[in-house]
């Protein structure tokens, strides 16, 4: 089965630093990957997902991309500040009927003003 | 659209009872799917819902978990026998069809087991 590995496990920046997060996937069948945030007391929320076809997605702030050959993908926040201090998850998917979504195991931002 | 809602939010027990949880996805999503997340950990798979057929089970789900959907609404998640083990956020999602596997996911039932 796919199985998914992040890091690093903690990050610490500067506000208006930048912030990397990457991970690699075992399964070369997955072709969705999203990247999930986490609140204290909450949820996952979605905060940005990419598709196997497609090598770069950005939205403002966060960017994720994706090296199918090597098989690993990276998350980008850029401008980082307070509020994004959470635990991000990254997560693998094949994209079949009958799979289910994998995760990593999260990566801890902080951000100090 | 309120989200994804579970109940209880927190739940402490004694070893060897037996505990239910309930969750109400999304009015529109027919997929649901329950998670289980200890600290520092990221959510780990349990089982999915594509309406009321459950379609796959992790083998983290033990004999003594089980989980329904009767009307493809809202769902339960059951532990009988409770063991300290099973002290977890239990999270759930709900996702579109097939092909959108965008997971949208509760504020989860946080479980002691005493």
């Known amino acids: 089965g796919e199985n998914v590995e992040q890091h690093p496990s903690t990050l610490s920046v500067q506000e208006g630093d930048s912030a990397v997060i990457k991970c690699t996937y075992s399964d070369s069948a997955s072709n969705y990957f999203p990247w999930y945030k986490q609140e204290l007391g909450k949820g996952p929320q979605l905060i940005i997902d990419?598709?196997?076809?497609?090598g770069e997605k950005k939205d403002q702030r966060i960017a994720v991309t994706l090296n199918k050959t090597a098989k690993h993908f990276s998350l980008h926040i850029t401008e980082t500040q307070p509020e994004d201090s959470a635990v991000y998850f990254c997560?693998?998917?094949?994209?079949?009927?009958?799979?289910?979504?994998?995760f990593g195991k999260g990566t801890t931002l902080s951000v100090s003003s | 659209d309120t989200g994804v809602s579970q109940n209880p939010r927190h739940k402490i027990t004694k070893r060897g009872q037996n505990v239910t949880f309930r969750c109400d996805p999304i009015s529109e999503h027919n997929r649901l799917y329950w998670y289980r997340q200890t600290l520092g950990q990221g959510p780990e798979f349990l089982t999915y819902f594509q309406n009321e057929a459950q379609l796959e089970k992790s083998r983290l789900l033990s004999d003594r978990f089980s989980a329904e959907r009767p009307k493809g609404s809202f769902s339960t998640l059951e532990i009988q026998r409770t063991e300290q083990g099973d002290s977890a956020m239990y999270l759930c999602a709900s996702s579109l069809s097939w092909g959108n596997e965008k997971l949208f996911f509760g504020s989860g039932t946080q479980l002691s087991v005493l």
């Open positions: 990419i598709r196997s076809n497609v």
């Open positions: 997560a693998a998917h094949r994209g079949q009927a009958g799979t289910a979504l994998i």
